[in-house]
């Protein structure tokens, strides 16, 4: 296998390059749609699967830095205090799917909208 490939069962998680210290949101193309998780959490964090409409409200709402629901996906603002890997965390976006949540810092977010705007997700999702 070339050094580059990644084996077929394990998704090619990828972050903004704008990210620093390497938390950042953490997308990956998967069987069903975009992969959704926390670098924070060491990849043991929940992992929302998102389709191709909330996939594509997820880039606007973080391109454009505002909050937004299609079908399940919800993308809101608040202060929370969350734990991620044993320590506690200020976040502030909240993505929430099928009664999972996942919490962002504002840098965090801010880093993700960024590689938005510059078209680093602009993938195709497996399918």
Do not use: N
């Amino acid at each position: 296998m070339p050094a580059a490939a990644v084996p077929a069962d394990r998704p090619a998680w990828r972050t903004s390059s704008h990210s620093a210290g390497g938390a950042c949101v953490e997308v990956a193309p998967g069987p069903r749609g975009v992969l959704v998780r926390d670098s924070k959490d060491g990849g043991l964090g929940p992992i929302l699967q998102l389709d191709h409409a909330a996939w594509r409200e997820l880039l606007a709402a973080a391109a454009s830095r505002r909050t937004g629901a299609v079908g399940g996906l919800r993308i809101t603002q608040g202060v929370r205090r969350t734990l991620h890997a044993g320590a506690q965390v200020v976040t502030f976006w909240h993505v929430s799917m099928a009664g999972l949540t996942l919490h962002y810092t504002d840098a965090e977010w801010a880093s993700f909208a960024l590689g938005v705007r510059e078209g680093e997700f602009e993938f195709a999702p497996a399918l």
